[in-house]
């Protein structure tokens, strides 16, 4: 795992599978009704939940360890992005954002 290629280097094999996961998760969310009788929209706004899940996820496959944070907003994860920054703000770019709330 940690040798494949990895969204936050506008790597556009990495960049499409965050773009399916992207879809598939606002089609799964986005318009279904709430309990306040409006209805769902995503948001990629995880301020500080990041930190939260991240410690109660155990290790992952790419090597990452048991209750360290996740990466913040759409960030790559840490350590993840090594082209630079233009490279992370090209794969971020290749999200839809216009079906979102918002990103951070």
Same mark, same amino acid.
């Given at each position: ?6 969204? &936050? ?45 991240? =410690? ?15 990466? =913040? ?10 082209? &630079? ?20």
């Amino acid at each position: 795992m940690k040798k494949t290629p990895k969204y &936050g280097n506008d790597d556009d094999a990495a960049d499409d599978i965050l773009r399916r996961i992207f879809r598939a998760f606002h089609d799964a969310v986005t318009g279904r009704p709430n309990a306040r009788g409006g209805v769902y929209r995503i948001d990629l706004l995880p301020t500080t939940c990041h930190v939260y899940f991240g =410690e109660i996820t155990g290790a992952l496959p790419d090597g990452r360890k048991a209750g360290i944070p996740f990466s =913040e907003g759409i960030s790559p994860v840490q350590g993840a992005d090594t082209c &630079g920054p233009t490279a992370v703000l090209k794969s971020a770019a290749k999200i839809d954002h216009l079906k979102t709330g918002g990103t951070l």
